[in-house]
């Protein structure tokens, strides 16, 4: 399927655009994917990195292991990309996208790696959110909206 899918940081420093067709929709939960991101799952979309174009900034990069490199924001820490080394193909972040339920992944890497209590996680209770209002919006204000900017940070906001 070939579509266009835009997304960035979580501070705006990168944005990126895709303009060809989603090969692989994933999670993995490999061990080195769960210290990478942070999370015991990391949902990923993998293009050609031919149809990927860095729309502002680039991603820092760490060599994760002798085969693969990690693309992150240097200046907010969002876990971006992987990348076999010598691959023309990268698996993007699906938290990344401005909007990630356009990516639904259609399989799992490495379940033998899964939490043993992954598969409950859609049983559990469902909690409120005990933030007010204007906590949630105190929350909002450095984070880059859903959608490209001509310009970021925002005239007089924090980067």
Do not use: N
């Amino acid at each position: 399927m070939t579509e266009k899918l835009t997304g960035g940081c979580q501070c705006g420093a990168i944005r990126y655009s895709t303009r060809g067709p989603v090969t692989d929709r994933a999670i993995c939960h490999c061990r080195m994917c769960q210290k990478a991101v942070g999370s015991v799952v990391w949902p990923f979309f993998t293009v050609d990195v031919a149809d990927l174009e860095w729309t502002r900034g680039r991603p820092a990069l760490y060599r994760s292991s002798e085969a693969a490199e990690r693309g992150f924001c240097a200046a907010c820490g969002t876990p971006i990309s992987f990348q076999p080394v010598g691959k023309s193909a990268i698996d993007l972040s699906i938290g990344t996208l401005d909007d990630p339920a356009a990516i639904e992944p259609d399989k799992q890497y490495f379940a033998g790696q899964r939490m043993p209590w992954f598969h409950a996680m859609a049983t559990l209770p469902e909690q409120p959110s005990s933030a007010s209002p204007d906590e949630i919006e105190r929350r909002r204000p450095y984070q880059h909206p859903d959608h490209d900017t001509s310009e970021w940070p925002q005239p007089g906001s924090r980067p």
